[in-house]
């Protein structure tokens, strides 16, 4: 009995010292947050705020909303590409107002930097196109946990090209996202559509991740045109990254949608439409409106807070979006997808604790 005692006396010290460490690090938690509170300004809050919104809101909607004109009867992968890019003005009027308000000038545009703009829209541009061909075949809930991958491919391309490093917690990421992946391609039977046919289906998750791929490369390359060419990322430098690849991105895409005759098919396709022409109209609008909000709540928290608080957003945003379109879209959500869409969440929790040293933009 006293060996008892002794026992349930270590139990009990170990218990009461687990939960002082707790508390401590609560306690702790609770006074670095109140001192960032009081070091910045109430706008700079509502900002905040306000960019994490457009990011947790803005980007799954739009998501949802491209398969909403497939299965309305929406066909054209151009059309969906094309609304991806078609609201770049938004981003410029944002952009215009910055250079009065924060007394700052335009970044100088050489050759060189130009050339930039114009491969990274081309490259955005095909991006946009690879993920139509995806929401086309996948349900949005598929779609999104595929298109996770893509930090995958920007830890790696970050590797490789602009020199950042990988730590023991970032590969521990890359295989968990990976795993993620694989579970989704072995459980494929149980959320194809029918009208989806099992070749359709496996090009949708294959253009999925090549366009995840695609995505990753174009942030390195953006990452690396910032260190070579701007040297600095400012929240207007940022902003004018985001409007001239937009630009860039909506022109090489209106060609391809020209020589595929797709604006002139969208009358016919609007008569056809689920809801009518009206209900056409505004998944088209919307769909080009909240994708640029996205964008601008990317910038915001990037240059407002750190790229660790976009990871973390980012994060939150597959299972937002996954469980968004299973509510509203009633897509399919089995046993082996609500498990990748733990070790998704698991694998962005431990990329975000290795990359915790992320510096704020200057």
Not at 22 to 29: A, D, P
Not at 158 to 182: C, D, P, Q, R, Y
Not at 330 to 350: E, N, R
Request: glycine share 8%; aromatic share 14%; with cysteine.
């Amino acid at each position: 009995m006293l060996g008892d005692k002794m026992e349930e006396g270590v139990s009990s010290s170990g218990t009461s010292s687990s939960f002082s460490s707790l508390l401590g690090w609560v306690s702790k938690f609770q006074a670095m947050a109140l001192e960032a509170y009081k070091s910045k300004p109430i706008s700079h809050w509502v900002l905040l705020i306000l960019s994490s919104l457009g990011m947790l809101v803005a980007f799954p909607a739009s998501s949802l909303l491209s398969r909403v004109y497939y299965s309305n009867g929406g066909t054209s992968k151009w059309i969906i590409s094309w609304v991806a890019v078609a609201g770049w003005p938004i981003p410029a009027l944002i952009l215009f107002p910055t250079y009065f308000l924060l007394k700052t000038s335009p970044t100088p545009l050489n050759l060189y930097l130009l050339l930039s703009y114009v491969f990274l829209g081309f490259l955005s541009a095909a991006d946009n196109l690879m993920y139509a061909y995806a929401y086309a075949y996948l349900p949005a809930s598929t779609a999104s946990l595929l298109a996770s991958s893509s930090l995958v491919f920007s830890a790696l391309f970050g590797f490789m090209i602009v020199k950042n490093k990988l730590n023991a917690s970032m590969i521990n990421a890359i295989v968990i996202i990976t795993a993620a992946v694989t579970i989704i391609a072995l459980d494929s039977d149980s959320d194809r559509y029918d009208y989806v046919t099992d070749s359709q289906y496996i090009w949708g998750f294959v253009w999925d991740i090549l366009g995840s791929a695609l995505h990753g490369l174009i942030f390195a390359l953006s990452e690396l045109l910032f260190v070579k060419l701007l040297g600095r990322r400012s929240f207007h430098v940022v902003l004018e990254q985001q409007v001239m690849v937009s630009f860039f991105a909506c022109v090489f895409t209106t060609i391809g949608v020209v020589i595929n005759k797709d604006f002139q098919g969208m009358v016919s396709e609007a008569k056809a439409f689920k809801g009518g022409e009206t209900a056409y109209n505004l998944v088209i609008i919307w769909g080009a409106i909240t994708f640029q909000l996205g964008v601008l709540g990317s910038t915001g928290v990037l240059y407002l807070a750190s790229t660790v608080m976009a990871g973390v957003l980012n994060a939150v945003r597959v299972p937002l979006t996954s469980i968004a379109a299973v509510i509203l879209l009633h897509d399919p959500m089995g046993g082996f997808k609500i498990l990748s869409l733990v070790i998704t969440f698991w694998g962005f929790a431990s990329y975000i604790y290795g990359n915790s040293g992320g510096r704020k933009l200057s």
